[in-house]
Antibody, heavy 120, light 112 residues
Framework: QLQLQESGPGLVKPSETLSLTCTVS??????????WGWIRQPPGKGLEWIGS???????YYNPSLKSRVTISVDTSKNQFSLKLSSVTAADTAVYYC????????????WGQGTLVTVSS | QSALTQPASVSGSPGQSITISCTGT?????????VSWYQQHPGKAPKLMIY???NRPSGVSNRFSGSKSGNTASLTISGLQAEDEADYYC????????????FGGGTKLTVL
């Protein structure tokens, strides 16, 4: 059974960089049938697509966040990562990592989510 | 503001059917058959209920069905049950810029 697990600090100071890693177990991150994404959900609000990465390194970013976002993949560790720079309180959210089906562009597996709070 | 428009809330009694709409544009919902629906209970990660407009993943009840007409997709839940009470989100592939995937704002389903 595939599992995704987010890890990283739960508290980040304003203007600093948020860094999260997603560890994939029970399957290979190098599969050509899937790519890997980050999605966030501010408290009490809806879902927002942050971006995604294919195992080859190709990336797609939400234009509203593109200048601050970097998503990378480490196939040797079966992990992919998110960096979001210059964070503000508006970046406080539950961050989910996810497996996305190529073509269907839908998420069939989600991590449990991790709350990241931006506060001094 | 979300790229896809959903009603903020819908409600229904047990046993009834409800439909949640999801309106986009020709760059997303109307242009591709890549509409998905997710169910999210409080404090939980979303769960995929429908993909490719009308396909159900293995294990999802056949009480859930999806359809699309023009720029509007719909999720119908028949035989409402108390456990269906949750937030529902639609999503679609989009050819707009580098975004790739857009979500709706979410709909709160209340089972009366």
């Amino acid at each position: 059974q595939l599992q995704l697990q987010e890890s990283g600090p739960g508290l980040v100071k304003p203007s600093e960089t948020l860094s999260l890693t997603c560890t994939v177990s029970g399957g290979s991150i190098s599969s050509s049938s899937y790519y890997w994404g980050w999605i966030r959900q501010p408290p009490g609000k809806g879902l927002e697509w942050i971006g995604s990465i294919y195992y080859s390194g190709s990336t797609y970013y939400n234009p509203s966040l593109k200048s601050r976002v970097t998503i990378s993949v480490d196939t040797s560790k079966n992990q992919f990562s998110l960096k979001l720079s210059s964070v503000t309180a508006a970046d406080t959210a539950v961050y989910y990592c996810a497996r996305v089906i190529v073509g269907a562009t839908c998420v069939d597996y989600w991590g449990q989510g991790t709350l990241v709070t931006v506060s001094s | 503001q979300s790229a896809l428009t959903q009603p903020a809330s819908v409600s229904g009694s047990p046993g009834q059917s409800i439909t949640i709409s999801c309106t986009g544009t020709s760059s997303d919902v109307g242009g591709y058959n890549y509409v998905s629906w997710y169910q999210q209970h409080p404090g939980k990660a979303p769960k995929l209920m429908i993909y490719d407009v009308s396909n159900r993943p293995s294990g999802v009840s056949n009480r859930f069905s999806g359809s699309k007409s023009g720029n509007t997709a719909s999720l119908t839940i028949s035989g409402l049950q108390a456990e269906d009470e949750a937030d529902y989100y639609c999503s679609s592939y989009t050819s707009s810029s580098t975004l790739e995937v857009v979500f709706g704002g979410g709909t709160k389903l209340t089972v009366l």
